[in-house]
């Protein structure tokens, strides 16, 4: 891998897993990992990722990433140790679940075959602050099997949208992704794609 190559995969990496221009909560921001939080009317995504980042911890799965950068041919490498609790840190991004955001979702809920049930959280009206558009939940006997979020970022010096993912298994997280657009005023949009498989 060449030095422009190199430069380009772990700036798309830290882009797309660490949220881009915006800084990571803290640990005591009320969306960070681990931090206290009470329930709510929609999806609790933030105590799924809570588990999973405790499960993963104590499992130490690897990963195997593949990224890609305005279009280009995704770059493959494996990561044999993982900090979860940052690993997963943009996925808290797509947490609804917050007393500011009650009453700031439809909620649509479908029964499908198979006993699969499908919620879909949709942005009202009104609400132009809010960062997730949209969240998808699709479940099999109560546990989440696929997560689909549409977030966006949007002010005067700044756009951004991404589509966030996660699939399990059996309640435990085996693939993710991460993909959109950023545009920074006097510069060129960047597009990029990262999905991950849980070894």
Not at 22 to 27: C, K, N, R, S, V
Not at 72 to 100: C, H, M, S, T
Request: charged share 20%.
């Amino acid at each position: 891998m060449g030095c422009r190559t190199g430069f380009y995969f772990w700036s798309v990496a830290a882009l797309a897993l660490l949220g881009g221009c915006t800084d990571g909560p803290t640990p005591a921001e009320p969306a960070a990992p681990g931090a206290p939080h009470r329930s709510g009317p929609y999806f609790n995504m933030r105590g799924l990722l809570d588990a999973q980042v405790r499960q993963l911890t104590a499992r130490r799965p690897g990963v195997e990433k593949q990224v890609s950068l305005r279009g280009g041919a995704p770059e493959v490498v494996r990561v044999p140790q993982v900090k979860w609790a940052d690993e997963l840190q943009i996925f808290y991004q797509a947490d609804i679940n917050k007393a500011a955001l009650r009453g700031a979702y439809a909620v649509d809920s479908v029964n499908l075959p198979g006993g699969v049930m499908r919620h879909i959280y949709r942005l009202l009206p009104g609400h132009d602050n809010a960062p997730v558009l949209r969240l998808d939940v699709l479940s099999a006997r109560g546990l989440p099997q696929d997560i689909q979020a549409t977030l966006r970022q949007n002010n005067a010096l700044f756009f951004g949208r991404k589509d966030l993912r996660l699939h399990l298994q059996d309640g435990l997280l085996s693939q993710y992704s991460a993909s959109g657009v950023q545009k920074l005023v006097l510069f060129d949009s960047l597009r990029y794609r990262t999905a991950a498989r849980v070894l």
